[in-house]
């Protein structure tokens, strides 16, 4: 155990004046003994131990101090996909897609018309843009609803960010073609707000999600899988890169499925079969099918580290979609989304030597 500073300075002093005896030690004095030349030293105690700190409480397990994360290193950057921003083309095909809903609406009146109950005047005018009594719920069917304008709002936002743009200017690009659609191309109709928050929202809930997972499989290995996946979940990003003749990145390291090791992803799929039982009609049996796909964008997620960063738009989202058949015939579908908008995130991994894995 190292001794404290005064201990040695004491020690090596002691030490000195034995091994050179002082004036008064070589010529003593008559009178004097040797007991009286020779002094006692003091014994300088070592420091006892500290005491052992007593096991951390369980509140301080579940509720742990802050980190200073400024002492964390930044998590390392990857540019290799990053999209070059097309403002002009990106509202262009905003407008074109605008256009194309427009010749369909208008194409099939007979669908449309039952809603009808305003005109191309002031009165209804003045009714839509300065007061609220206009605004309704609509009772179109599901089909229009809940999948006509999602999908609708999705692809508004997907133009955006397969142009360059980020979630603010796509969000916004989103909603105002959001209200186009309900105050100018159905001028006759009451705007529907189901409609408006079904539409405004579906960008960053459901648009983003699936950008995020079809740049999982983008990162992977280039196989006709991974090509067919990433097209399907991100459609207008591959149409961008096919008109800027942009060429696919190298892709991250794989493991022997084809699969980026470099994000993180959870994927499952199911197939399950029930029998539902009723009181008064019998009882019948459905098969449902479904996938389940979670993705981790961070680079190096789940990897052995230590790093900390503010993550990017999207960076953990998550896609389910399942799909119920009773007899061959389409019964129910379920589809939910999830993505982060902003967050910061921070991960302590070492490899463990014995057997390769990680633990946190």
């Keep these: 155990m190292t001794q404290p500073r005064a201990a040695t300075l004491l020690t090596a002093t002691v030490a000195l004046l034995l091994a050179t005896p002082s004036r008064a030690a070589a010529e003593p004095d008559a009178g ?11 014994v300088v105690p070592s420091p006892s131990p500290s005491p052992s700190p007593p096991p951390p409480s369980r509140s301080s397990i579940l509720h742990p101090p802050p980190v200073d994360v400024g002492a964390w290193p930044a998590a390392s950057e990857d540019e290799r996909f990053t999209i070059e921003r097309h403002v002009g083309r990106a509202l262009l095909m905003d407008l ?54 999602l999908t609708a709002g999705a692809f ?7 142009n360059g743009l980020d979630l603010p ?36 809930v459901v648009g983003e999600p699936l950008l995020q997972v079809g740049r999982f499989f983008r990162r992977s290995l280039h196989n006709r899988k991974n090509r067919v996946l990433a097209i399907a979940l991100s459609p207008v990003e591959a149409l961008t890169g096919w008109m800027d ?5 190298d892709p991250d390291l794989t ?18 079969e029930r029998a539902v039982t009723f009181n008064s009609a019998g009882w019948r049996r459905d098969t449902t099918v479904g996938a389940d796909l979670e993705v981790m964008m961070p680079r190096g ?17 998550r896609v389910i979609l399942s799909l119920t058949y009773l007899d061959g015939t389409h019964l129910s579908t379920l589809f939910r989304t999830k993505t982060t908008v902003r967050a910061h995130y921070r991960q302590n991994i070492v490899a463990d030597d014995e057997t390769g894995s ?3």
């Design 156 to 162: 508004y936002y997907l133009i955006g960010r397969a």
């Design 169 to 204: 200017a796509s969000w916004a690009m989103n909603v105002a073609s959001d209200f186009i659609w309900e105050y100018a191309v159905e001028y006759r109709e009451y705007p529907s707000v189901n409609d408006l928050i079904i539409t405004g929202m579906a960008g960053p």
């Design 32 to 42: 004097a003994s040797a007991t009286e030349l020779v002094q006692p030293l003091e």
């Design 255 to 272: 493991d022997d499925r084809g699969l980026t090791i470099e994000r993180g992803h959870v994927f499952r799929f199911y197939l399950s």
């Design 358 to 360: 990680s633990r946190r």
């Design 245 to 249: 003749d942009r060429k696919w990145a």
């Design 96 to 149: 074109s897609m605008l256009g194309g809903g427009t010749i369909w609406y208008w194409s099939n009146q007979d669908f449309n018309k039952q809603d009808w109950d305003l005109h191309w005047d002031w009165p209804s005018w003045k009714k839509k843009l300065l007061s609220t009594e206009v605004l309704k719920l609509d009772t179109n069917d599901m089909n229009t609803n809940a999948g006509n304008h």
């Design 301 to 317: 997620y789940g990897q052995p580290g230590r790093w900390a960063t503010w993550t990017r738009t999207g960076a953990f989202s």
